[in-house]
């Protein structure tokens, strides 16, 4: 399996932007995905996930309203629409596959068997 994310950058404080995560090596369409993050001195932590359909999607308070999974099928790629951007927001972003097919609803570090290399985001303000 291989996840490779783009679309990271340098954004001010209140500016958007927008990541990829083109997949490879698995039927992508039976896995729901996600977005995790890890900021400097901290632990990776839980951003969005959407089911492997798309009909379903969860995201972490802290981006609730400003951040939107989506995803297509037909590209096996997954997008992160991050809108209303904040310091705190900058980390470095990885997408990550469900070690499970066709489960709902997978937030945990553990839940995730693929990994991408991640993506730095750096808000200023």
């Known amino acids: 399996v291989q996840l490779v994310e783009s679309g990271g950058g340098l954004v001010q404080a209140g500016g958007s932007l927008r990541l990829s995560c083109a997949a490879s090596?698995?039927?992508?369409?039976?896995?729901?995905m996600g977005w995790l993050r890890q900021a400097p001195g901290k632990e990776r932590e839980f951003v969005a996930v959407?089911?492997?359909?798309?009909?379903?999607?969860y995201y972490a308070d802290s981006v609730k309203g400003r951040f939107t999974i989506s995803r297509d099928n037909a590209k096996n790629t997954v997008y992160l629409q991050m809108n209303s951007l904040k310091p705190e927001d900058t980390a470095v972003y990885y997408c990550?596959?469900?070690?499970?097919?066709?489960?709902?609803?997978?937030?945990?570090?553990?839940?995730?068997?693929?990994w991408g290399q991640g993506t730095q985001v750096t808000v200023s303000s």
């Open positions: 990550a596959a469900d070690n499970r097919p066709l489960r709902w609803r997978p937030t945990m570090n553990r839940d995730f068997g693929s």
């Open positions: 090596g698995l039927t992508f369409s039976t896995y729901s």
């Open positions: 959407i089911s492997w359909g798309g009909g379903m999607t």
